[in-house]
């Protein structure tokens, strides 16, 4: 027993060498790359909408209808066409990407954040704390959430942050079901008890070794539920209880014009391809971090 | 026992006729290639062998060696789409398995070669019942009505000494034990009377005397209906138990091939010279030195009258009904720098003692480590003690987050006690990891990357950072290659003299124990059946628990095989009992210089 023990294998399996960071590695993947330009460009533009049309949202333009009083399809001057009320479509699309982006952004991420939060406390904790969340969450789930949607929407005066809290308070729920179920069968796991033998306090446990394992699901969750939400908004909208005309949205562009969706398809099908490019944009960014940060994942791709 | 009375059934003029002529299946030059980043890299290479009919044919080797990738070929059962056979020949019964189409291999797989597994709860469908399961696997491969079907399953349970063969059809396969699993396993590869099993690390999963238990009807059944037998393991000792002959593999070749004698007494090879020699035999733990008596010493942890008991609610008002009595009034005290090791089967206790020790189940009685008692602390205390207590789990990967990278792993115990700057932590477990033969480049590895004993020492770096008074091993080595373990048992004992530490050494693996231990206890449904020093317990074993659990360890010496295993009548009884039905509690009497042994039935001598 004199000397010390030979190690198994002689030798690392390579030698280490720095690692580009996320971003680095994210723009390594073409399919995220694309993602990451169409949100960048959605982003811009929104930002930019005042400097990049000549036309303001609301303007009701004297040549944006036939003589007849129709829209105008797409030609030279209207990009996009234009909406029944004479308004440049390009213009109120552009418009309407700084609330759709506010609602699949902030309230999606106002949702997640509480779902997740619900979901994790209730399934480490578990006992009664955990049955409690548990319970809350399957009664807000029994209740129609457009039912509640238009309560809340009813009780304070409609504009877009209420939208917004009102979106994050009826869309928390999915999440924290599935989140609560992951953490759980974390909690279960062996390397969770090797961290309390090391005298590890609950919150690192939670922080430095559940939630890195949650992510996944969090990004999946997260980028569905962009889509899911700028829709939401849009039925609100239609209903009266969300973001108010003349201000224009993704989704009420499509339901203001959707009674007219055989006369004049371009009003329906502009704002509907931004809202699927936006959220495909998300899909792809977020199926690409998830491979990124999961270290275990590597070199087998 | 009348399964064999089917074989005619099936009958097959192929084989009847081959049999004559030479081996019943000859592998020739047989190449497994496996997809990966880097093209296709082959694991098995060139591996040719035949099996004689009636003959035992063993595949030892270590992990990676490619040994069960072999028996997976040979059902055609490789894991789709990475791996596949790509050259080389199995001829059986006239045929070519490597290029058989599906169909015709799926008439062959179960019925004429048949497969059992490593872990026998995987390999069972939880949700049907085993007669079921046996039944159905009887009528794909025969035109048996279902009575005679049935009638064939319970002759296949009897036959492997299932009790109340009858009655067992109906149960699932989680109200059995390990070991019942395990011979479900087997009756139904051979109610088929297959003319081949595959059997692939059929004990590993088990305790030792269940082991020999299994291996015992193995050979019986091979006695009785001539069935070849291939047996993949890892453990020497079962090698060298039930083979006729012996392959030896490594790195996808074979090493050396020859009938068992030849491999134990005459190896020709340097590696199976290594495999050897690195496997612990019992008797062999001399080397260690002599023991003090207990008491000379400060003992650095105490555990006194210890009990753990788990409630099970049950009824309409989830009133406790029954409780699990896991540990029982357990006394021990671990010396400083020695080892103590607690042995006994699975369920017997012994792990939720070390949970009990480590603060992770509630339990009444006392535990004080360094002369501090566990029960009454609060929250910083309790931090403080943690830091003299480290543990070791049995399956490194599992005990280490599969997100972080090993060098924040080691780390972290020093940041949860705030010990160092960042600066010094990282000198620290470079340190550590030279200490423990890993290199401090691959800090910034993620644990994936890492082979089985490699991740075992980045646990026991992790341990080992605080500078603990006691470290855990929970059968830390159970999981690693011999060769492996052989390494870690050497650098544990070397830690131990450097550094001073005392461990609770759990296994059920009694000459791993013999070779590291100073003091041993056996523990036995929750309680300690006998104590004393390593010499004490196996020189001289006075509980007939003991006895049987020694008695069970395969020897790795063919010429020493035993004519018969003592079979287990009966399954341990539970430890789960109703409210106010409490265990009878031992009580231990010394026979001599601190040799406890637990009075009644059980003492002998």
Redesign the interface.
């Known amino acids: 027993?004199s000397g010390?023990?030979?190690?198994?294998?002689v030798?690392?399996?390579r030698?280490?060498k720095s690692r580009p960071g996320v971003l680095g590695r994210l723009v390594k993947r073409p399919l995220a790359l694309l993602g990451l330009f169409v949100i960048v460009v959605v982003v811009v533009s929104a930002g930019l909408a005042p400097w990049l049309t000549a036309y303001g949202p609301d303007e009701q333009l004297f040549d944006g209808l036939t003589l007849q009083g129709a829209p105008l399809p797409p030609n030279g001057q209207f990009w996009l066409g234009t909406d029944l009320l004479g308004r440049d479509l390009l213009t109120r699309i552009l418009y309407g990407a700084r609330t759709s982006l506010v609602i699949g952004v902030v309230a999606n991420g106002v949702a997640l954040l509480i779902g997740t939060l619900i979901g994790v406390i209730a399934g480490y904790y578990r006992g009664w704390i955990g049955s409690l969340l548990m319970r809350f969450t399957d009664l807000m789930m029994a209740f129609p959430a457009l039912l509640l949607a238009i309560c809340l929407a009813a009780i304070f005066e409609p504009s877009l942050w209420i939208v917004a809290m009102v979106i994050a308070m009826v869309n928390w729920v999915q999440t924290a079901r599935v989140i609560y179920t992951q953490t759980s069968s974390l909690t279960e796991?062996?390397?969770i008890?090797?961290?309390?033998?090391?005298?590890?306090?609950n919150a690192?446990i939670l922080l430095?070794?559940i939630l890195?394992?949650l992510l996944p699901t969090i990004i999946v969750w997260g980028t569905l539920g962009i889509s899911t939400t700028v829709l939401l908004e849009a039925t609100l909208s239609y209903l009266g209880v969300g973001v108010q005309p003349p201000t224009p949205s993704w989704g009420n562009i499509i339901f203001e014009n959707q009674t007219y969706f055989q006369a004049a398809p371009w009003l329906v099908f502009f704002p509907g391809a931004a809202i699927l490019a936006l959220a495909l944009a998300f899909n792809l960014v977020g199926d690409a971090l998830r491979d990124i940060l999961?270290?275990?994942q590597?070199?087998?791709s | 026992m009348n399964v064999s009375a089917g074989m005619d059934v099936k009958a097959n003029p192929d084989v009847a006729a081959s049999a004559a002529a030479g081996p019943i299946l000859a592998v020739s030059n047989l190449a497994v290639s496996v997809r990966t980043d880097d093209g296709e890299r082959e694991v098995v290479s060139g591996l040719s062998f035949e099996l004689e009919r009636g003959e035992t044919l063993c595949i030892a080797g270590e992990s990676g060696s490619g040994k069960s990738m072999t028996s997976l070929s040979i059902m055609r059962l490789l894991p789709r789409p990475g791996a596949r056979i790509s050259a080389g020949a199995v001829h059986f019964g006239g045929k070519d398995l490597a290029t058989l189409d599906e169909r015709s291999m799926q008439a062959i797989r179960g019925n004429r070669i048949a497969m059992i597994f490593q872990e026998p709860m995987t390999s069972l469908n939880p949700v049907l019942s085993i007669g079921r399961q046996l039944i159905e696997a009887i009528e794909t491969h025969t035109d048996l009505s279902r009575r005679d079907a049935r009638q064939r399953a319970v002759e296949a349970l009897k036959a492997v000494r299932i009790p109340e063969a009858e009655a067992r059809l109906k149960q699932y396969p989680h109200e059995l034990s390990g070991g019942q699993r395990q011979r479900v396993m087997i009756a139904m590869a051979i109610a088929l009377a297959p003319d081949i099993l595959i059997a692939d690390e059929p004990t590993t999963a088990l305790d030792v005397t269940v082991q020999g238990e299994v291996l015992e009807l193995l050979r019986d059944l091979q006695r009785e209906h001539g069935t070849s037998i291939i047996l993949i393991t890892h453990d020497m000792g079962v090698v060298a138990e039930m083979a006729d002959r012996v392959i030896v593999m490594r790195n996808g070749r074979m090493v050396e091939e020859g009938t068992v004698e030849e491999i134990f007494h005459a190896p020709a090879q340097r590696y199976t010279r290594e495999l050897l020699a690195a496997v612990p035999k019992m008797g062999d733990g001399s080397a260690r030195g002599d023991v003090e008596p207990v008491g000379s010493i400060s003992a650095i942890a105490a555990v006194n009258d210890l009990h753990v008991r788990f409630d099970i609610t049950g009824g309409f008002l989830g009133r406790v009904t029954h409780r699990v009595h896991a540990v029982e009034g357990v006394s021990f005290n671990i010396p400083a720098s020695k080892t103590l090791a607690l042995v006994g089967e699975s369920g017997c206790g012994k792990s939720t003692t070390a949970k009990a020790i480590a603060g992770l189940v509630p339990f009444t009685g006392s535990i004080a480590v360094n002369g501090r008692d566990l029960a009454g602390l609060s929250g910083d205390a309790r931090k403080a003690v943690r830091r003299d207590v480290q543990m070791i789990f049995q399956d490194p990967y599992a005990s280490l987050d599969p997100r972080m990278r090993v060098g924040d792993l080691v780390a972290e115990p020093m940041l949860i006690h705030g010990i160092g700057s960042k600066a010094e932590r990282g000198e620290r477990v470079a340190a550590l990891f030279e200490r423990v033969g890993l290199e401090p480049g691959q800090m910034e590895l993620y644990p994936h990357e890492f082979s089985g004993g490699q991740r075992q020492r980045i646990c026991i770096a992790r341990a080992l950072a605080l500078r603990p008074k006691l470290i855990i091993a929970d059968e830390s080595v159970s999981a690693l290659d011999v060769s492996v373990q052989a390494k870690v048992l050497d650098l544990l004992k070397e830690l131990q003299e450097e550094f001073g530490i005392a461990y609770l050494f759990i296994s059920h693996d009694m000459a791993v124990v013999e070779n590291i231990s100073d003091r041993v206890a056996v523990m036995y449904l929750g309680q300690i059946v006998e104590t004393g020093t390593r010499d004490q317990i196996f020189g001289d074993p006075r509980h007939l628990y003991t006895r049987r659990l020694i008695e069970a360890v395969p020897v790795p010496d063919p010429a020493r095989r035993r004519g018969n295993f003592t079979r287990l009548v009966h399954e341990i009884p539970s430890v789960t009992r109703r409210v106010g039905d409490e265990p009878q509690k031992l009580r231990l009497e010394d026979v001599g210089d601190g040799h406890l042994v637990a009075a009644g039935t059980g003492m002998v001598g």
């Open positions: 027993m010390r023990s030979a190690p198994d294998i030798a690392g399996r030698p280490v796991r062996e390397f008890d090797a961290e309390r033998t090391l005298g590890a306090s690192r430095r070794h890195p394992h999961d270290p275990t590597r070199g087998r």
